[in-house]
């Protein structure tokens, strides 16, 4: 795999991963143009990508990891642990079926159905003048839409966001919420898939140097997506979205 082809998909993967944009969906839609690397060793890769991705909430949360395990807070990491389980459990059960979404035959209604959450989460929160405190309800919402996000094209932290915002939770809280639920997910879908994958054909530097960019990326892409969170500025990625579902419809059809 070429130098600017990894850093390409790296710097790609960092900014879309928070961005709710979905960097499932343009990753697969990027390796699907440019055809440079096989099936196997794009399942390594991508899960290096996301590695690197989720080192940079390691990073920048560092303190509120830490302090989620002290005893005030442990009720947050129960909620947390519990927010992970639904995708976790779908990942596991269903891994045959979600492969086949990755055919690239689902991005067009992924994109379309972020597209379509992102200005009802943007009105709703807007309308919501009181914020309620984060709780339980909130975090299983997110947890559920997790699960939903599994299909390429559906960004995940469009769809948490949107699960927090609709039950009226705070919107700082529902962003740390869940960009920290983006830990434990990648992590353990890392480990799942290089314990069940076998041995990988890209070497270990082409590798590092993949999840480095997407560490620096996703640090930048972090405080972009808090503050369009902070604002509830969402249509610009709404219309973004619908600019290359029609691109992907064009280069399809004609």
Not at 143 to 159: F, H, K
Not at 209 to 217: C, D, I, R, S, Y
């Amino acid at each position: 795999m070429a130098i600017w082809l990894v850093i390409l998909l790296g710097a790609v993967q960092g900014l879309t991963e928070f961005l709710p944009v979905s960097s499932s969906g343009h990753l697969l839609l990027l390796q699907r143009c440019l055809g440079d690397a096989s099936a196997k060793e794009n399942m390594y890769f991508d899960l290096a990508l996301h590695v690197g991705s989720a080192f940079a909430v390691i990073v920048a949360y560092r303190t509120k990891i830490l302090s989620l395990f002290r005893k005030g807070n442990r009720k947050k990491l129960a909620w947390l642990v519990i927010a992970t389980l639904p995708a976790a459990l779908v990942g596991v059960l269903f891994q045959s079926r979600l492969s086949a979404l990755f055919s690239g035959d689902f991005l067009l209604f992924g994109f379309l159905t972020t597209a379509f959450l992102l200005p009802v989460c943007e009105w709703q929160a807007k309308r919501v003048i009181h914020p309620k405190p984060f709780t339980f309800r909130a975090a299983l919402c997110m947890g559920i839409m997790q699960a939903v996000a599994v299909i390429p094209g559906l960004s995940r932290s469009g769809s948490t966001i949107f699960g927090g915002t609709l039950v009226g939770a705070e919107r700082e809280e529902v962003a740390d919420f869940s960009f920290l639920m983006s830990v434990p997910i990648i992590l353990g879908g890392a480990a799942y898939g290089a314990l069940s994958g076998g041995g990988g054909a890209l070497p270990l530097s082409t590798l590092a140097l993949g999840a480095l960019t997407a560490f620096v990326f996703a640090s930048v892409a972090l405080v972009w997506a808090k503050r369009a969170i902070k604002h509830a500025r969402y249509y610009g990625f709404a219309l973004y979205l619908l600019g290359l579902s029609a691109l992907l419809v064009f280069f399809r059809y004609f």
